[in-house]
């Protein structure tokens, strides 16, 4: 009884500290001078990943396993490893690009955890046979870990493309309206236009070199988030196959989890090959990456919804009035 009410206690306070640092996010957007801020929302995933972690520590006392044996479970750990990778570049005291990312998505997948499952997953339950093994913290464990860092790679890739795209959009249009100009205006208008041109050049300069800093941030940490979480989903895979065998005989049977696993690590494999040929680097890989974003919520989520295959225990209900 006191177990489960220091993990109700917990819960909520996590929740709530990582809204208030969602609300303090929005307020840099628009106030960007006020560093006392950038600081609290810091200091906010900081205490946010202190409570997941007690949490799940509660968890795992009280049940007797590590907490990774259904899907509610799984959502605390995938927040817990967000709120993780929301510190990696403090480890370096770089400017977190990775926050406006990470803590969203750890809000997200704590508040459909809490809210958006029956509350019978919320339950710690006995751990059916094939869960009853050494192997069950290192490879559930990776795969989550490989999930977050994955998502928040794929999404700032995402990001990426959106900034390309808009600024190829930007040049067409002007392009475009420097032809009109050429045919239309006549040649005093046309002088005119470009003084203008010319007073505004090193406004345009700046703009375009901001630009071109921000794709090449966004694309900088991407590379290194995707090939971190790469890394993770590689050796998720590998143990997995080791524990399959223990369990039901086979290293690999084709499961519709292990497929999907499959696939996502094939897609991350094509962005890395990518990235070794400075031709298709940039929005080819990002494109990849967004990609294997979708690809990763059919393995975790979709497979689960379905619930078929070996790994059916991981299936879920959602709440409902």
């Known amino acids: 009884m006191i177990f489960a009410t220091l993990e109700h206690i917990l819960t909520h306070i996590s929740f709530s500290i990582i809204s208030i640092v969602i609300t303090i996010h929005f307020m840099t957007l628009l106030v960007h001078e006020i560093v006392e801020l950038r600081n ?6 900081i205490a946010t990943f202190l409570s997941i972690t007690g949490l799940l520590v509660i968890r795992w006392i009280y049940s007797g396993h590590s907490p990774l044996s259904n899907l509610y479970e799984s959502l605390i750990f995938l927040s817990w490893s967000f709120s993780i990778i929301h510190m990696i570049p403090k480890i370096r005291n770089n400017k977190n690009y990775l926050s406006v990312i990470t803590a969203p998505s750890a809000i997200f997948t704590q508040g459909f955890a809490t809210s958006g499952l029956s509350t019978e997953m919320h339950q710690s339950a006995i751990l059916v046979p ?6 069950l913290m290192m490879h559930v464990s ?6 977050a860092a994955l998502l928040c790679g794929s999404l700032l890739s995402v990001a990426l493309l959106v900034v390309t795209f808009r600024k190829n959009i930007d040049i067409f249009f002007k392009s475009k309206n420097l ?3 050429s045919f239309i205006v006549d040649e005093v208008e046309y002088l005119n236009d470009k003084r203008s041109v010319f007073k505004n050049t090193s406004f345009i ?8 800093q921000l794709t090449q941030r966004l694309d900088y940490w ?9 890394t993770f989903l590689t050796i998720g ?21 292990e497929t999907w696993a499959f696939i996502t690590w094939i897609i991350f494999a094509i962005y890395s090959h990518t990235r070794t040929n ?3 680097q940039d929005t080819h890989s990002a494109l990849a990456a967004s990609i294997g974003f979708l690809i990763i919520w059919i393995c975790y989520f979709g497979i689960n919804l379905l619930g078929i295959g070996l790994h059916s225990y991981g299936s879920f209900t959602l709440t409902s009035n």
């Open 40 to 45: 609290s929302s810091e200091r906010g995933m």
């Open 237 to 257: 895979i590998l143990s997995g196959a080791v524990w399959a065998n223990e369990a039901w005989g086979s290293y690999w049977n084709w499961d519709p989890k």
């Open 130 to 135: 094939a869960l009853q093994s050494q192997w």
């Open 179 to 181: 032809v009109i100009k």
């Open 278 to 280: 400075k031709s298709l």
């Open 142 to 147: 990776m795969m989550l870990l490989s999930y």
């Open 222 to 230: 991407s590379y290194r988030v995707i090939c971190l979480g790469f």
């Open 205 to 212: 300069s700046f703009r375009n070199y901001y630009k071109y």
